[in-house]
């Protein structure tokens, strides 16, 4: 199908909720995409941080397969392999003791907002506890995850949501501490920041929140759902500061592009919150996307990715602060592992256009003046080095437009 036949029938049978760029892609091989005339495009944001072993993976791509020729669902009412052993690789890698598997991120912020609630209406504190989240964060679009969202422009065609949700500022104790009653029962929030700009969280921020969940015996979720994975350079962002949470929550590079997500829970939280009939899901945990998941855990550490992580983070921090040194247009470099974030002083989503339609080069937003770099974790020195020649002389492009105009 060309290109624009199949951009207009999109536009005749899909919702129009995403402004797409005018791309198709038809095929994708390690960490290149390739459109339908077969032009080649670098791609350094992993189809929003999910396609962590790249694409194009056998060793995944076999996995599937298998499990398709043999059974991909029958429900929960019912064991299956695949899960079983997913679930303990899962819980060992986060050193966590009960697993839950959803579909979506968003489905797994659903699931550890009830165990948060669970666990007070458990503890008698009837039903006006209080949650805890985190100003300019983001957890989801389902009404539950879009409560915990601290961005109004998210939040505001769809209100009232859940009640009882207050917002602290990220990275300022004394805002959370301000927040804290006896009705709370959980503070939820990203260990870095994803949508919201790239912004990591302190090592005595982080360490205090726990501090206050742990006196009030309120819950500490914390959403890993982009920065986990390996992205950190950590197989999940809180074993680098050595902050443990009551709940987590996975998804995105989990089935490195196979739906499936996860919440989990440990010491509390894992045995006395939910019960059976608590909550629930029709496809969650099927053979099929937990025979993928079991195979994405086996690969990450048989190739060791957090630490592949860890040596080309430094070099991809080391290239970004010259080209923040050359470029007028770059305010503020954050971020850590493979997920970092350029702040421009003007609307970046011009530059993201450029250098994908220009460069061929696969850029994501976070916010509107943040790019986020998320590659796939298998990139090398090479494609950092590609991909920092091509967004130069993107910005240079966009800078020359502006002043021309």
């Not at 397969?65 to 899960?83: C, G, I, M, R, W």
């Not at 987590?248 to 019960?275: C, D, E, R, Y």
Request: hydrophobic residues 40%; contains cysteine; charged residues 25%.
């Amino acid at each position: 199908m060309e290109k624009q036949q199949c951009m207009e029938r999109a536009g005749q049978s899909l919702y129009h909720i995403y402004n797409r760029f005018p791309v198709v892609f038809d095929r994708g091989e390690g960490v290149y995409l390739y459109d339908t005339d077969g032009v080649q495009y670098l791609d350094f944001g992993a189809g929003i941080a999910v396609m962590g072993l790249g694409y194009g993976c056998k060793e995944l791509n076999d996995a599937v397969k298998e499990q398709v020729d043999k059974l991909y669902h029958t429900s929960n009412l019912f064991y299956n392999e695949p899960a079983i052993r997913a679930a303990e690789k899962l819980k060992a890698a986060a050193q966590m003791d009960r697993v839950f598997f959803t579909n979506s991120g968003t489905e797994a912020v659903e699931g550890a907002l009830k165990v948060a609630k669970r666990y007070a209406c458990n503890k008698g504190m009837g039903t006006d506890y209080e949650i805890i989240a985190m100003k300019h964060s983001f957890h989801g679009r389902s009404l539950g995850a879009l409560s915990v969202t601290g961005n109004d422009h998210y939040q505001e065609p769809f209100a009232p949501l859940i009640p009882n949700i207050k917002f602290a500022e990220f990275n300022d104790l004394d805002s959370v501490k301000a927040l804290f009653s006896e009705k709370t029962c959980a503070v939820i929030m990203e260990t870095i920041q994803g949508e919201g700009g790239i912004y990591p969280a302190d090592q005595e921020f982080l360490k205090g929140v726990r501090a206050l969940c742990d006196k009030q015996d309120a819950l500490l979720i914390l959403d890993e759902i982009q920065c986990g994975m390996g992205r950190s350079g950590h197989m999940f962002a809180w074993q680098k500061y050595g902050v443990k949470p009551d709940v987590m929550t996975v998804a995105k590079a989990l089935g490195n592009g196979v739906p499936i997500g996860a919440f989990l829970a440990s010491g509390k939280a894992a045995f006395s919150a939910l019960a059976p009939g608590d909550h629930g899901t029709t496809y969650g945990g099927n053979p099929l996307v937990c025979a993928a998941a079991e195979r994405v855990l086996d690969l990450f550490e048989d190739w060791k990715l957090a630490d592949h992580v860890n040596e080309i983070g430094i070099y991809l921090w080391e290239q970004l602060e010259r080209l923040k040194d050359r470029c007028d247009g770059i305010t503020a470099h954050r971020g850590c592992g493979l997920i970092q974030g350029l702040e421009f002083s003007a609307p970046a989503g011009p530059v993201v256009k450029e250098a994908l339609l220009e460069q061929h080069l696969v850029l994501i937003s976070a916010g509107s003046n943040v790019i986020r770099f998320v590659p796939p974790l298998i990139i090398e020195r090479e494609h950092v080095d590609e991909m920092v020649q091509k967004l130069e002389a993107a910005i240079r492009a966009v800078e020359k437009s502006a002043a021309e105009a």
